[in-house]
């Protein structure tokens, strides 16, 4: 299996690119060829003639598409096919007319675009039905889930709903919330992630679901499988539908952990190929034995971690890029657990989302913690969430990274 930093050399995405365009427009031509040819052989020389053009407009259209990345979610296929479709056959047309003879002006721009609904109407739906079907499946035989892993970098958030204040506490004592505040910090972490080169995707606001800010919970991405999480506080159970939707649309494999499994996206740290399970308040043994069954097969191994003095495991113990675990020695049940072990000074300072392999964002509210992970080497952004920290939030639990 393949790393997300797979490299894949640029003559083998050009092939790819090559070879899925090829199959499109060739399918394109024989639907029509088919369509049209009513029986008589001498037909087949006509609509060649008529449909060269097109043919090779597509063809050249599709392979450009591949090479930025048509073929990385299924609305850019959509799109793509549209576009090649209906440019293809325009100028396509648009030559054959004026290989007759006839000019671009008046009423053959008229007669042109007519034709969109008369005889280029099947070459347009063969374009978009193959881009989408046959030339997705071509380029990611031969290319596809590479060029992806080596370029995506996606950041999955859902904006505070107006009863956050409401949000589940089982550790903390509940203090009021600032909700204006959260919002303009909500604003300021998302900012901070499309500044560091992540494409922002948005769950739509849960309206009576205070929790559902912290759309980390709802699902964890293991390369192209999302799996969705079973929320263990029954008030949570209305936030799993949309965040879902989203990651289909995205076009990854969805596989779901079912009742009486419960598991929390926030309970899972993956370092490598280890991924460590928090047992404990939100996180039920039959949820890590679905996980451990669901990811083994990709390669994953999964190792249960008791969590008895925070929320999640992701709560007392994050990793950075190198795959060195860190934590607050107060909120950690057994450090030995981890293998490389670094304690952090602060509650805050266990949470690290890692940006890039240098690159990792901090709470302000952990300044020694940064101190400490910055003399490792790293860059170190951070962002103020005090109002989700009131929450028992932090900056891992905020959105759902797709890489």
């Not at 056959?89 to 003879?101: E, Y």
């Not at 006839?102 to 070459?123: E, I, M, R």
């Not at 203090?175 to 303009?184: G, H, K």
Request: glycine residues 10%.
């Amino acid at each position: 299996m393949t790393s997300s930093n797979a490299h894949v050399p640029l003559l083998r995405r050009f092939t790819s690119a090559v070879v899925s365009a090829l199959s499109v427009s060739l399918i394109a031509l024989a639907a029509v060829s088919l369509l049209f040819f009513g029986g008589n052989p001498a037909t087949l020389g006509q609509l060649f003639d008529f449909f060269v053009g097109s043919t090779l407009v597509v063809f050249v259209l599709l392979a450009a598409f591949a090479l930025v990345g048509i073929y990385r979610y299924w609305y850019l296929r959509l799109i793509g096919g549209i576009v090649a479709g209906v440019a293809g056959a325009l100028v396509g047309s648009a030559v054959t007319l004026v290989s007759g003879g006839s000019t671009l002006a008046g009423g053959a721009v008229g007669q042109l675009v007519s034709t969109l609904g008369g005889p280029n109407l099947p070459f347009v739906l063969a374009t978009i039905i193959g881009t989408v079907t046959a030339g997705n499946a071509v380029w990611r035989r031969l290319v596809g889930s590479e060029a992806d892993a080596s370029t995506r970098r996606i950041a999955i958030v859902r904006a505070p709903a107006d009863t956050l204040a409401d949000g589940e506490l089982t550790h903390l004592e509940r203090v009021p919330v600032d909700l204006e505040l959260a919002n303009a910090q909500w604003d300021e972490y998302v900012a901070l992630l499309s500044n560091a080169g992540w494409d922002i995707v948005e769950v739509p606001v849960a309206t009576g679901q205070p929790d559902s800010v912290f759309v980390e919970d709802t699902m964890v991405v293991f390369g192209d499988t999302a799996v969705i999480g079973s929320p263990g506080a029954d008030s949570r159970a209305g936030e799993i539908a949309e965040a879902e939707r989203i990651v289909t649309e995205l076009g990854l494999t969805i596989r779901r952990i079912e009742m009486p499994g419960t598991l929390d996206g926030g309970d899972v740290l993956k370092v490598g190929r280890t991924v460590y399970v928090g047992r404990g308040g939100r996180t039920n043994a039959e949820g890590i034995r679905q996980l451990r069954a669901l990811v083994t097969p990709l390669g994953y191994t999964v190792v249960a971690v008791p969590v008895t003095k925070a929320l999640h495991l992701k709560s007392a113990v994050t990793a950075l890029p190198d795959g060195t675990v860190i934590g607050y020695a107060p909120l950690v049940d057994d450090p030995s657990v981890f293998g490389r072990y670094l304690a952090v000074p602060e509650a805050e300072g266990v949470a690290v989302v890692v940006l890039a392999d240098d690159t990792v964002l901090m709470s302000s509210a952990a300044p020694e913690s940064s101190a400490l992970i910055a003399d490792l080497g790293y860059r170190v952004l951070t962002a103020d969430i005090s109002e989700f920290e009131k929450l028992e939030g932090c900056v891992t639990c905020l959105s759902v990274r797709v890489r």
